[in-house]
Every structure is written in structure tokens, then in C-alpha cells.
């Protein structure tokens, strides 16, 4: 009975965490970039009372044995990169990536940190930044006599100049694509930085080996399908709902062992 107490506590922990999972996906339902995540369980080891093919009498053995399982517990949280919905904003400076890659961003400290979150803006210096102000890698600037920017589907950023008969080329935004970028960490605003699980980046033009091209004037929305989050929202709930019941069986089990003495 006492293990029927800790399993279930650790079913009712895991589903915890799943909802906790699924809270968040939800939270980010309209985050421009925000790949949703996914909790993966692993069952704990098991009380061998007896092991699969041991003899049970003169020439005959237990075809299954018995085996008691101890529960469940978290073993991963994995993240979804499937592409999501694009949406035409028309700010020049929004840019989605259709396809692979990430655009890749200066950090303070010489790091760099990775996002599919293109709304981007320009700074005081004329460098296209985040909505936090941290620069592209990518070295363009923006001159302020310029009166139109528009951004190629390989990265080509040129603009319109005053007094110029032909737009000029400011240079070309690259891409960044990893070979497992579901192991890059998460650091919140919409940034992922580098860890031994991805690999390391491959940084190229958009549109060649591999990468994704780019879209300006859009943005890449959550791929956070709301109606699905709410269905493992029920499941989530209708699970540690059962695993308490487990609890109060077992503990109503005990409690009538307890007045048998």
C-alpha cells in the first residue's frame, strides 16, 4: 500500500509539471516565434519479485515473472520547431523566415543568441535590433537618408537614398541553422543560445543549402494550435485527477488495515 502512495505521488508530480508545460504554451499563443513544448515522461525502475523466466517448479518457468513498476517521472521537455502561421504586417522591418534557420543576434558579452521572432526595428546608430534593442550579427546599417528599405528573399537589404537614381545595397542578412536545434536552450525573449545537444551553427544566405528564404514585411507567428493545448489540458487534469483517487484508495486501504489491529 505504501508504494501505491509514492507511485501515484509521482504520477500526480509529472502530470504537474505537464500542465505547468502546457500552461506556458498557452501563455504564448500570440508570441511571434514561440515554438510550443512538449513534457516527455519515462517510467521509474520496477521491484523485481520475480524475474522473467525463473523456475517455478521441475521444468517450467515463469513466462512473464513479476515485476512492480515505482512510478513516472519527467524526462524531457521537448520543443516543436515545425513552422508557424506567417501574417502580413507591412512594416518594412518585420521579416519571417520560411523555412529552416535563425537569425542570429549580439548579446551583451560577446554571446550570441538565436530567434525565429522577426519584428525587428533600428536604433539610434541605424542597426536593425530586436524588440529588446540587441543588433543582428549581420553588419547593416540603415543611413537616415534613407526613405525605403526592403529586404530580398536571400538576405539582400538595400534602400532607397536621396539623390541616388538606383537603390543602394546595405548588405545581406544570413541565416543559422543547427543540426539538433531542439537542444539549444531557451533564455526567454524569444531567444535560444547554442549547447552541446545542438551542435554547432552553420550560418549561411538564405535560400541555399538548406535555409530558408526570407519574407519581409511578415511575421512568424506561435505554432501554438490553442484547441489542441486545451485537449492535453483536459488529459493533463483527468490523469492527476486519477492518480489522487490512487491516493485516497490507498490511503482509505490503510486506514482499514490500521483498525484491523
Known amino acids: 500500500m505504501l508504494r501505491a502512495l509514492s507511485t501515484a505521488a509521482t504520477g500526480m508530480e509529472a502530470q504537474e509539471t505537464r ?67 506567417l501574417r502580413q504586417t507591412g512594416n518594412p522591418l518585420d521579416v519571417a523566415i520560411e523555412g529552416n534557420g535563425f537569425f542570429a543576434i549580439q548579446l551583451p558579452g560577446d554571446r550570441l543568441g538565436y530567434t525565429r521572432d522577426g519584428a525587428f526595428a533600428l536604433d539610434a546608430e541605424g542597426r536593425i535590433v530586436t524588440t529588446e534593442g540587441y543588433p543582428l550579427v549581420a553588419d547593416v546599417t540603415v543611413p537616415p537618408e534613407a526613405q525605403a528599405v526592403s529586404i530580398a528573399g536571400d538576405g539582400t537589404v538595400t534602400a532607397v537614398i536621396a539623390g541616388e537614381p538606383t537603390p543602394v545595397e546595405l548588405g545581406k542578412l544570413e541565416l543559422t541553422s543547427f543540426a539538433n536545434p531542439a537542444g539549444l536552450a531557451a533564455m526567454g525573449k ?72
Not at 516527455?40 to 525463473?54: I, M, N, S, T, V
Not at 549561411?204 to 486545451?230: F, I, R
Open 19 to 85: 500542465l505547468d508545460v502546457t500552461a506556458n504554451n498557452v501563455a504564448n499563443a500570440s508570441t511571434p516565434g514561440f515554438k510550443r513544448m512538449r513534457a516527455e515522461f519515462a517510467d521509474l525502475l520496477y521491484q523485481q519479485l520475480r524475474a522473467p523466466g525463473a523456475p517455478t517448479g521441475a521444468g517450467t518457468r515463469s513466462p512473464t515473472g513479476v515485476q512492480v513498476g515505482m512510478g513516472v517521472k519527467i524526462d524531457g521537455t521537448s520543443r516543436s520547431f515545425a513552422e508557424g502561421d
Open 190 to 261: 524569444n531567444l535560444f543560445t547554442e549547447t552541446a545537444a545542438s551542435g554547432t551553427p552553420f550560418t549561411g544566405a538564405p535560400g541555399e543549402d538548406g535555409l530558408g528564404t526570407l519574407a519581409q514585411g511578415t511575421l512568424e507567428l506561435s505554432n501554438v494550435k490553442v484547441v489542441e493545448e486545451m485537449i492535453d489540458l483536459i488529459s493533463g487534469q483527468r490523469a492527476y485527477e486519477t492518480n489522487a483517487r490512487v491516493v485516497k484508495a490507498a490511503d482509505e486501504m490503510l486506514d482499514q488495515t490500521a483498525r484491523l489491529g
